[in-house]
């Protein structure tokens, strides 16, 4: 796969770093007419479609993966190491993208979510990690960020002693901000996209959850002169601890790049209305999002991530200026729908 022609100049040694192109081309930018009906047709809304393209079932995660990906091929690792929820899409799309470089993959899925869908740790992701070929192991605790990372390391020094040269995508904030770096990309081609059709956006709806979608996007538009409001919709912990962490997390791009932070205090905007009852949950407001979108405009959408980032769009979109244009930021997360059936069995009975 050959690198998109996208030019990343202003972003200081983004261009040295090593990068595996794993997206197929520009994700689509697609209009929402239908969706706008509901708002009587006085806003246009838009969909980026990171749902769609590059690898298996497709998401957010590929394009983060892009410089994991380049600097594991870099340092000759033939086993991909990776943490996340049980129905975590980023270790579903680690393990493809493993395959495509022809080397292994090793999963540790954490036990985030304490009241799950009986369909939940068989079906959705957790398949296709098996069918994927991915070795799975399991770790306690689902809120412990830098525990979830020193476990990989003991499993790192396993492969090793095997012979293996093992590679880690780590969790916590703490390492370089690779995955961030695949939304300074996509705020370089969202931009081209909006420049060739026309548009003028003016706001964008994101859902935050390591923020590296959130705080990669926002970095990479400010540092090209767009002011588009970037409104983050929490889906794994509170506005209170999100906020700081995206602001930590575009400085932490900034050092990383050697370029200064384009992105103020006031830049970054958070909401966690939609999170409860909590991370890998839906409340009715999200599951009553999600079949609204699916019966408007066949957007397939999860309970974990996008139904609450299109719960919180559908709120702006109520509250927006005549004539506004607003994009939901499509992150993906389709394979989990599946993973959710009874969640989604009661939602139909309720919103039928
Ligand atoms: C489908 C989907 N959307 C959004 C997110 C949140 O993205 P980020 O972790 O970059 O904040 C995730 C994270 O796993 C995801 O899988």
Redesign the pocket.
Known sequence: MKDQKIDLSAFGRLTGLPRTTLMSGPTPLSALPNLGSVYNGEVSLLAKRDDIGGLAFG???VR?LEFYLGEAKVQNADTIIITGAVQ???VRLAAAAARKLGIDCHIQLEERVAKSDPYYRTSGNVLLNKLLGATLHSYPDGEDEAGADKNLGVIAEDLKSKGAKPYIVPLAPGHAPL?ALGYIVCAQELLQQQKDQGHEIDEIVV????????AGLLFGLRRLGSSIPVKGVC?RRGADEQGPRIKERCQKIADFLEIDNPVSDDDVEVDDTFLPPGYGEANNDVMQAILVAARTEALML?PT??GKSMAGFMARASQAKKGSTLMFLH???TPAIFAYETAFERAFEKFA
């Open positions: 998401g957010n995660k983060q975590s899409n980023f995955g859902a935050s959850g390591s923020g590296n979608t959130h889906v999860d991530y996008t992150t993906g997360g």
